[in-house]
């Protein structure tokens, strides 16, 4: 890191400091009150703010964290010190309400003096400005002292950091970096002095609690966990700008920092808030807020704002980390990566609110990222690099329904959204029904709400399908969602149930694979599912029967189900006696009970077990289903809008217990996992839609048509039994046909009657999702099907032999009645 030596002048005159490397580098606070950028492109950097203080910087993407924090410590030199994110109280507010510049009011314990800071991003550069001024009695403020205080973390934590202090067009300022990116803290009055520590042993707080004094002025401290601090000498300057720039290299840190100084704040503001303000906010469904639409014009610019720049359409879950300040650089995911699930929630609200260019971009992005299979990674960075593998079906179904909407709108532009679908399509045809992980990514099987997905997915899918003139491939995904929606209540209820004595007949969270399914857990009971986030000495296995969530209310949403479905009634009965919670600001609810995800019972993080708390996001879902069934939500959204922060952050979980004042935990409010989380931004958005229209945004109205009727206004009957190698199923009613689904091009070879009579039938192609045939059976027909597999060798080599299965397989003809 050498670039420019000529250019600055190293400030090492009182050497290196002490203490390395510091302590284990630790994040900050999950808690945000507001999340940040310019609404320009060019300005590739993002800010989060919590607690009234600077926290992650993002750059160059919105996924790449790089400093903890930055805050000022105030003092006499005698009296007092006051750091400001513990010791001083404040107040938020947006500058423009439909813009994402923040003024801080901060207000020392006595009121002696108050420092009102105003925070944005240069409109078109990668620097964070913060603009301070200081008023208050003026003999206090004559000897007031105030400092920077940054911690880096660049390039991804907060180990191997170097920084110095450094002189550079005649200004002191500061210099931080690791690997190739570097960090230039600079003030427009310039720093009197400056110092470069380790943290918890010589960086700059440690020297100030001492004795209230800056003692140590250290030029360097490398490679280590550091902070570096600059003196402001406001006794003659109340009013000054912090900026802080990041580049690839010093130079470029450097001058993107002094550019940004060089032109004056005000100058900055009044571009930023123009830019922002270029964008549409959501009048029409604000209209239908409880709280004139402050929430939904937050929430429309924090779903914007998690997007990022140089991967155009890619949006991050949050930007923020689950409980940070107990975890360190070998948690690298946090939320800020992609979750399709999540990502497609995003592009959907702003379609709530109109937008249909923005939604676009994300069903791009999302087809340059999905694999040669059709699927898409659990979460990945964002530029597609996977981070944890689990297969999840909704993300697969969820960009097709993405690419529905958006055909319905007619929205696509020149995007053929067709190799997307029909290539998501075929994963769900050869996993569906059975899933690795459902929506909460915990626990494998046959779940309501991923089911909802990829029925609505499937039926989708072949509404695209039949437009392309594909009638053959749009017959088969609606048969195939067929198959699971007329097995969808055998899959995923309990006719035992335990919770509710007078509810036996509900829907479960999920139930697991049976031996020889996929994805089945030797490890545990069959029917039990295990819950690894309880508490070491807490159960950890459960019949399936036993544990509950919300998610069959998807199946509502999206027009699997109708909303006075008795199955759907009786089984709200149960999650509202296991999981709903009465807050100060409303009704909210618990993701499944026995759940360890969320902050411990003494307050305490989360640490791989704690206890789960209620998410507002479900609050939003249960206004949902309300809506559908016809009763006022007033309450609801209100409740929603209560559960935010100062900044309008929705928190992932409240605290649902107690007010726990030593932990910072009250009744109804966030509970330090993710704040905010964009996905509940999203159902907000959607809801306030959906009160608008009267009608729910995300019904699918193909779905609806075909299954939230009864069975005999139906315009089909599904007669037909999937049979996969992955999943075989023991036995067929009379009437129906086994249909055999494989990969492969395949020839089967079955029989009625024990081998007397062979019959061979070969495959037919379905393109990308594979081939099939059809076993016909006849109503009164009974006795046992046999048959085997053989793929042909296709002629690629002719010293190949054809591949039998090498066993025969039975499906037995069992009499319709009791078939479903």
Known sequence: MSDLAAAYRWLDDQGAAFGAPGLEPRWTSSQKDAVSTAYAASSRIWFTLSHGILNEIYYPTIDRPQTRDMELIFTDGETFLHEEKRDIHYDLQYIHPNAQAIRVTATDPNGRYTVTKQFISDPHRPAVLMHVRITGDTALLSRLKCYVLLAPHLDGGGAGNSARSIEVAGQRCLLAWKNNISLALGVSCGFTRSSCGYVGSSDGFQ??????????????????????????????????????????????????????????????????????????????????????????????????????????????????????????????????????????????????????????????????????????????????????????????????????????????????????????AAFLVCYAPVTQQERWEETAGYSPSTLAAVISGLI????????????????????????????????????????????????????????????????????????????????????????????????VRYGVRRADDPLIVDSIKVVDAILKRDTPSGPCWRRYNHDGYGQKKDGGPYDGWGQGRAWPLLTGERAHYELAAGRPITELISAFEKFSSIGGMLPEQIWDSADLPSEGMYFGKSAGSAQPLVWAHSEYLKLLRSVTDKRVFDRISVVEERYAVPAAKRSFASQIEIFKLSRPVSFLPAGFSLRVVDRGRFRIVYTFDNWSTVNNMDSHSMGRIGYFADIPTTSKQSGTIIFTLCWPNQGQDPNQPDRWLGKNLEVAIIPPSSGR
């Open 460 to 555: 989708c899918a072949a509404d695209i399908a039949r437009s392309k003139d594909s009638e053959e491939l749009a017959v088969f995904l609606e048969n195939y969602a067929d198959w699971i929606e007329a097995h969808l209540d055998e899959w995923t209820t309990t006719t035992e149930g335990v919770l509710c004595p007078e509810v036996a007949y509900h829907y479960m969270r999920i139930n697991p694979p049976a031996p020889g399914e996929p994805f089945y857990n030797d490890q545990i009971a069959p029917g039990h599912i295990h819950i690894a986030n309880r508490a070491p000495d807490e159960r950890q296995d459960f019949e399936a029967r036993e544990i509950i969530d919300g998610g069959f209310l998807e199946l």
């Open 207 to 424: 020297d100030l609690a001492a004795d209230m004094t800056m003692n140590w002025e250290f030029g360097q401290a490398l490679d280590g966990n550091v902070a570096i601090m600059g003196e402001i000498d406001v006794a003659h300057t109340h009013e000054f700008t912090v900026a802080i720039g990041l580049g690839d290299g010093h130079h470029a840190a450097l001058a993107s920092m002094m550019q940004t100084l060089a032109t004056p704040y005000r100058a900055h503001c009044e571009r930023f808030i123009e830019q922002w303000l270029r964008v549409d906010s959501p009048k029409l469904i604000a209209a239908s807020s409880t709280d004139d639409g402050r929430l939904a014009n937050i929430s429309h610019n924090i779903i914007l704002t998690h997007e990022d720049k140089t991967y155009s359409g890619a949006f991050i879950a949050s930007a923020s980390i689950p409980w940070g300040a107990s975890k360190g650089d070998s948690d690298l995911g946090g939320y800020h990566l992609v979750w399709t699930r999540d990502m497609v929630q995003s592009a959907t609200a702003l379609l709530a609110c109109g937008d249909t260019e923005t939604a676009l971009r994300a069903l791009v992005y999302l087809a340059c990222t999905q694999r040669t299979d059709g699927s898409f990674a659990q979460n990945f960075w964002i530029d597609g690099d996977p981070y944890w593998s689990g297969i999840q079906l909704d993300e697969v179904a969820f960009p097709i329904i993405l690419a529905w909407r958006l055909w319905k709108e007619k929205g696509l532009g020149n995007f053929d959204i067709f190799p997307l679908v029909e290539r998501a």
